[in-house]
């Protein structure tokens, strides 16, 4: 069965902290992984998409990592700020699927 | 473009009344996806279609719920009968053929009293 976990399920760190949300997937053969942000009662947005032949991605203070042979991937986030608090979500795509199967998330709160 | 629009944002109806929702996508993408999720929990893959065709329904799409795509261009999700295990968020998405990734819109909050 294809399935994706993230850790921790919830972080509190003060402003200005480096941080690493987790994500972890059974079955390798991936097609990609994208991140998402989720604020409270609102709707996702991509922050981060790897292919499968990717190594990692960057965005300005956020970078992906993907290590298919483990099943892994990393979010870090360099710096955070309040206005990073939000719910952040993993999500993989199979090759022999056409949908993405998400993590149940990381809820993430910086205090300043 | 302005990216995948739903309406309604938010709706609140009685068990056993009909609700539909709307689901844009961004004009170029062939694919669309309608996904639920419930409090404290990730988005669950409900069914997706390819221009008209409907490809894929997980079984949690009971019979009471069904979904369109006419011409290819928006999306309706209809619930039948809702109860009050319905309430959650169901959220859209729209691809091309899965390349770039998934553009999600700010879903419906469906609320059954």
């Known amino acids: 069965k294809q399935e994706v976990t993230q850790i921790p399920a919830a972080l509190s760190v003060p402003e200005g902290e480096n941080l690493v949300l987790n994500c972890s997937f059974t079955d390798s053969a991936i097609y990609n992984l994208q991140w998402f942000r989720q604020d409270p009662g609102k709707g996702l947005t991509s922050l981060l998409l790897i292919q499968s032949s990717q190594r990692e991605q960057t965005s300005g203070r956020l970078n992906a990592s993907l290590d298919k042979s483990s099943g892994r991937s990393t979010l870090y986030i360099a710096a955070s700020q309040p206005g990073d608090s939000a719910t952040y979500l993993c999500?993989?795509?199979?090759?022999?699927?056409?949908?993405?199967?998400f993590g149940t998330g990381t809820r993430l709160q910086v205090f300043p | 473009d302005t990216g995948v629009s739903q309406d309604p944002r938010h709706k609140i109806t009685k068990r056993g009344q009909n609700v539909t929702f709307r689901c844009d996508p961004i004009s170029e993408h062939n694919r669309l996806y309608w996904y639920r999720q419930t409090l404290g929990q990730g988005p669950e893959f409900l069914t997706y279609f390819q221009n008209e065709a409907q490809l894929e329904k997980s079984r949690l799409l009971s019979d009471r719920f069904s979904a369109e795509r006419p011409k290819g261009s928006f999306s309706t999700l209809e619930i039948q009968r809702t109860e009050q295990g319905d309430s959650a968020m169901y959220l859209c998405a729209s691809s091309l053929a899965g390349l770039y990734g998934y553009t999600f819109g700010s879903g419906t909050r469906l609320t059954v009293v």
């Open positions: 999500a993989v795509g199979w090759m022999n699927t056409d949908k993405l199967i």
